[in-house]
């Protein structure tokens, strides 16, 4: 048994949330989720809530909003236009829900109150867990004097869908605690056979426009198409996709770059390029001869 359990109803939970991303433009009905997960429609609504720290409504109605917003941050694509496409039945409806989640219109988002609206998130994060966000901004702080030459580094790469096996947390449950998660998830996967893998860490959202009670991560190993590995069953672990696409590849080794670098020095200083809010933050990291070599991929598009 492991030291830090991750059981039946995370893996039923976090497995439905990976299919729900693939489905986010779709009509989706609570019962419809509930008899996915296993649940009635009473007890998968508290379940959710307990590992999710929402309701599955609104999960979905925040995953949707967060990834309009991202798109009419950066894209010049028409605004009713990724209504539509992320999963709102009118233009009105999604003008009115936008409004309401963030305080201001999608056309005043695309100007610029995204900013304010980050502003008010980390006050709304310090006064919900003062504690965790003091240890973030600590860390961020620590990283300053380190900051590399992003530009410099910064790669596109063309890279194909892969599969990958992992467990997902809420970051509420703190940093040490999240740590002592990972450090089990790694023994697991080395009694497994996976220990040899390419380690994988992944957020779907901007941190910065998310509540610190509502952010989720995950974190498991990339496995090979051609493996073995892929007909396998590991019921520990979640199965799932990334998305293959265009990505800005960030390569280091033994240091810790953080992506606000690759917004601030790379994707804000240049107009080939915007940032895809369909896909989500990837770190990719392995140790190598005592050394930590990996990459930070942001998901990108060229701009229209």
């Known amino acids: 048994m492991s030291n830090f359990e991750y059981g039946v109803p995370e893996r039923r ?27 009635s429609v009473h007890h998968f609504d508290r379940v959710f809530g307990d590992h999710v720290g929402q309701t599955p409504m ?9 990834r309009a917003c991202m798109r009419v941050r950066y894209e010049k694509t028409a605004i009713t236009q990724i ?4 999963g709102f039945s009118s233009d009105s409806a999604f003008a009115k829900t936008f ?9 005043d988002w695309r100007q610029g109150a995204w900013r304010s609206y980050m502003d008010s998130t980390a006050v709304v994060s310090n006064q919900v867990n003062a504690e965790l966000m003091q240890q973030a901004d600590a860390w961020y702080a620590s990283r300053e004097p380190f900051r590399i030459d992003v530009a410099q580094r910064i790669q596109v790469r063309e890279l194909a869908t892969s599969q990958y096996l992992y467990r997902s947390w809420r970051l509420m449950l ?21 220990g040899g893998l390419q380690c994988v860490w992944l957020e779907r959202e901007d941190g910065g426009l998310i509540r610190v009670d509502h952010r989720l991560c995950e974190f498991g190993f990339i496995i090979d198409p051609r493996s073995e590995l892929v007909s396998r069953d590991f019921p520990d672990f979640i199965r799932g996709q990334i998305a293959g696409g ?59």
């Not at 990976?18 to 296993?38: G, K, T, V, Y």
């Not at 990291?285 to 050394?291: A, E, L, N, P």
Request: aromatic fraction near 10%; glycine fraction near 6%; proline fraction near 4%.
């Open 58 to 66: 609104d999960y979905l109605r925040r995953r949707r909003l967060q």
């Open 246 to 304: 265009l990505y800005a590849c960030l390569p280091y080794v033994n240091e810790m770059p953080l992506s606000r670098w690759m917004h601030e020095d790379w994707l804000e200083q240049q107009s080939v390029y915007v940032f895809d809010g369909r896909r989500p933050y990837i770190e990719l990291s392995k140790c190598i001869d005592g050394q930590i070599i990996g990459q930070l991929l942001m998901p990108i598009q060229r701009a229209c």
């Open 174 to 194: 703190g940093w040490a605690q999240i740590g002592a998660a990972v450090d089990q998830t790694i023994a697991d996967g080395e009694k497994l056979g996976l």
């Open 99 to 107: 409004k309401q989640y963030f305080g201001y219109s999608a056309r």
């Open 13 to 39: 939970i976090h497995s439905l949330i990976n299919r729900l991303e693939m489905r986010l433009a779709e009509p989706i009905r609570l019962d419809e989720l509930a008899r996915q997960a296993c649940y």
């Open 83 to 86: 209504a539509h496409a992320t």
